[in-house]
């Protein structure tokens, strides 16, 4: 079966770039059709999709986190990466990598911003 865990810092500083990392188990990200997801669930709001990577490589990202928001993936690591440029307070929230055509979803690392 394959695994998701997300890895990074849980404190980041406003302005500064957050960077999360998803480890792959028992799958390989290069695999069709798959893809490699990134949603995050503000605390007491819904869950928001911001970007995935398909294992083509091909990228896409939410219209409102766009500018910000950079995915790629390192194959030989079987791992995809989510950066997050001008972080606020407003990005606080629970960070899940998951893989989308099957439904599977890491356990989630909680990113605080704040000084």
């Known amino acids: 079966q394959v695994q998701l865990q997300e890895s990074g810092p849980g404190l980041v500083k406003p302005s500064q770039t957050l960077s999360l990392t998803c480890t792959v188990s028992g799958g390989s990200i290069t695999t069709n059709p798959y893809y490699w997801t990134w949603i995050r669930q503000p605390p007491g709001k819904g869950l928001e999709w911001m970007g995935a990577?398909?294992?083509?490589?091909?990228?896409y990202y939410s219209p409102s986190l766009k500018s910000r928001t950079s995915i790629f993936r390192d194959t030989s690591k079987n791992q995809f990466t989510l950066q997050l440029s001008s972080v606020t307070p407003e990005d606080t929230a629970v960070y899940y990598c998951?893989?989308?055509?099957?439904?599977?979803w890491g356990q989630g690392t909680q990113v605080t911003v704040s000084s």
């Open positions: 990577i398909a294992y083509t490589g091909n990228t």
């Open positions: 998951a893989r989308f055509g099957s439904d599977t």
